[in-house]
């Protein structure tokens, strides 16, 4: 059997994971391939550490370009992260004229425009499956399977982390600082953890995603990104009153040419797939024009799960390149005509509303009038409690508006001092509703 | 752009929704393939019935053997259905070198085994991804995204019209004929139902599923088939009361060497993401050894989804021919290892039963006696109300036994005529444990 030389720059937990799924499975691998993987160089300037798989002492190098250098070897494995070091090699083996397979992220989302421009100009793929959703082969149901469809809207729980903590804190009644610090406990957030919780990472992968659903570079800070570090028991608690789930959901959407993409906690409706996604999974939903909704679920991160998606995309660019197919397809298939990218400001949705206010009457009315001066109107109200406080919580959920109403309508409320105890609170609501 | 001739036998529904598929985004797809799909003609029997899409005349005809032998045509399409000519035209195409994309999952789940074996030896694709769960890139997931796995388990809702009636039972508490009836007004459901509500429907998709699982074609007469037709709302309730839903589920398994393949309602845990699927949608689960647990949901049938999964095959295809590339993997890639297909039998699982049962002191006793005595132990055990009759409601949910135990059990139950009113109902629970 054909044998095609892999080389692996980055040996740590999703490089050990590639090595033991490799180690594992190979001979399955090859079968299906009809040739065989083979991983002749892994690069990392840690050579000591143990990876939890044994792989021979002559295969390690701490020099990286060697290892894209070497005529043995025909597909780069990314797994250093980062856009630093990461960057430069990437770039470095798609000039030398090999495909590229990462997990990146960060680097796809913050440099993707310039490497699949390279990529294209260099006729070799920059392939990313493992860097959206994990294990879930999202990209390939997107790019192939979905191939047939326009894509008005794409819904995406992306961070696992995030997923896990607002799980917990809506099935144990927990507050966020508590089950923070238990997830980091646990291994599920790091340390530092603010790139997940603050929505960087899922706006990383929703970059993505919105990119390959409309086929442009969706740059990163055309994302309007809010994470879920301020979320309290009490309006996970409220939401489910209603029929809500807390979730931090990534909404990418088209209507005409405008293409909105954001990443901030939403209410869910209970009854949906969407909020049955529970703890570290993740859970894609495409709809496309012709096949309706489609959704994708599994884990989006972990040592395997990850190197599940990597040697996927491996096995397809060494069915390539093992037949000499001379067949390179750009990253970004534009869907033709234009796109415009709306702000958020430009977006509509229903609003979650949860106002701080004297308990007396009149006051709601006062509340409701603003609303309704900005075009607001309430689809429910609910004060849950008279409370001993001078202020209690009131509950709303509005119909559709624009966010910049919405805006202009907390800034005016939040104005009447003499009435209104806190800051309002506000989260959006996602009823996926049709687009046709 | 280089244009692929295709050619589609069967202009029933979902040939209909091809024809517009293609038609809405034909350039979307161009762009995204690098290659054009030209639909050059079409075979029916009927040329003149209305199906809501208008196409040239020119390009219809009766003779399907023309379309396969016109060298202007690269690809077929068959959406003839069933086993007769459907079978003989299939094998006329690959005999012809042409490869096929079919929707039959009929023809494959009785025939496939020959029609595989055909399309090897001519070096041809035979393509079948509307023939599983419709929209959903099921078959690409399992063949190209989950490469590097091994695969314990699938689990499937596929059949949209049971999922559609036990959802509206449970919804509504309304009895099978009743939603039956609803279903068939809403067109939900054939006039003459039996080939999905007996099971059949499910079944040839779940040896499909099996087939490409653990690559090696599974006969339909080993997968284990029970309908829907006797639930009734009773244990829909009960089952709700046990914390479960009652859905039709395939469950394929391997353990070891050992492969089971069966359709049968079973109660799914509530929480669990296949409890969450409703209506007419369908859900695959696939665990793999490297990425756990992911999932795929979508429209399992219809006009325009099914449409969607037969346009990704042609583009998979067409992107073949038009690099005259000259791979071909066969259909079904062996694990290697030999596989022995389990008898349902000698499955393990855990039981819900419902006895009618005296209601006096003792009777539970020896029931519970039996049960010891065949080695099968009760989890709970439920009587929900003391009623007038002489025979009241007996619930039990055992831990896991045999099939082979738990139907001695059952028919020892059944002798005591003293007191036993009516067959005992058993339903198999899935609780989805990990199989590690």
Do not use: W
């Amino acid at each position: 059997m054909k044998e095609i030389g892999v080389g692996l720059l980055g040996f740590g937990t999703v490089g050990a994971g590639v090595v033991e799924g490799l180690q594992r499975n190979g001979d399955l691998i090859a079968d299906r391939c009809g040739v065989r993987i083979v991983l002749r160089k892994i690069a990392d300037l840690d050579l000591e550490r143990d990876r939890g798989v044994t792989v021979d002492r002559s295969i390690l190098t701490t020099d990286a370009s060697a290892v894209i250098a070497d005529p043995s070897i025909d597909i780069i494995i990314e797994l250093i992260g980062g856009v630093g070091i990461a960057r430069d090699l990437v770039i470095e083996a798609l000039k030398a004229g090999k495909p590229v397979v990462t997990a990146n992220k960060k680097l796809l989302a913050e440099y993707g425009a310039e490497l699949f421009a390279l990529a294209d100009e260099n006729k070799v793929d920059l392939k990313f499956e493992a860097s959206v959703a994990g294990g879930i082969p999202i990209i390939l149901a997107l790019r192939d399977g979905l191939v047939a469809n326009h894509i008005p809207n794409v819904y995406g729980i992306l961070n696992g982390t995030c997923n896990y903590i607002l799980t917990r804190m809506e099935a144990e009644g927990l507050p966020f600082d508590e089950v923070l610090q238990e997830a980091q406990d646990a291994g599920y957030a790091e340390a530092e953890p603010s790139l997940d919780i603050d929505g960087h990472d899922a706006a990383h992968k929703a970059c993505l995603l919105a990119s390959l659903a409309y086929g442009f570079p969706v740059p990163l800070d055309a994302v309007y990104v809010e994470g879920i570090r301020d979320i309290s028991g009490e309006d996970v608690d409220y939401a489910a009153g209603l029929g809500y789930r807390i979730k931090l959901l990534a909404i990418i959407k088209k209507r005409g040419t405008k293409v909105s993409v954001r990443v901030h906690p939403t209410l869910v409706p209970d009854g949906h797939m969407i909020a049955s996604v529970n703890g570290v999974f993740n859970a894609v939903m495409v709809s496309g024009d012709i096949v309706d909704d489609t959704l994708y679920y599994g884990k989006g991160a972990g040592r395997l799960p990850t190197a599940s998606a990597v040697i996927s995309d491996v096995a397809a660019v060494a069915q390539q390149v093992s037949t000499e197919s001379s067949v390179h397809l750009p990253a970004f298939i534009p869907e033709g005509g234009n796109h415009e990218l709306q702000n958020i400001e430009d977006v509509e949705c229903r609003y979650y509303l949860r106002f701080s206010l004297m308990d007396k009457p009149g006051v709601i009315g006062r509340v409701a009038q603003v609303l309704g001066d900005h075009g607001i109107s309430i689809a429910s109200l609910v004060q849950p409690s008279q409370q001993k406080d001078d202020y209690v919580p009131v509950i709303m959920t509005t119909h559709g508006a624009r966010e910049a109403s919405c805006n202009q309508a907390l800034k005016s409320i939040e104005a009447m001092s003499d009435i209104v105890g806190a800051k309002t609170i506000r989260y959006r609501i996602e009823d996926f509703e049709d687009p046709s």
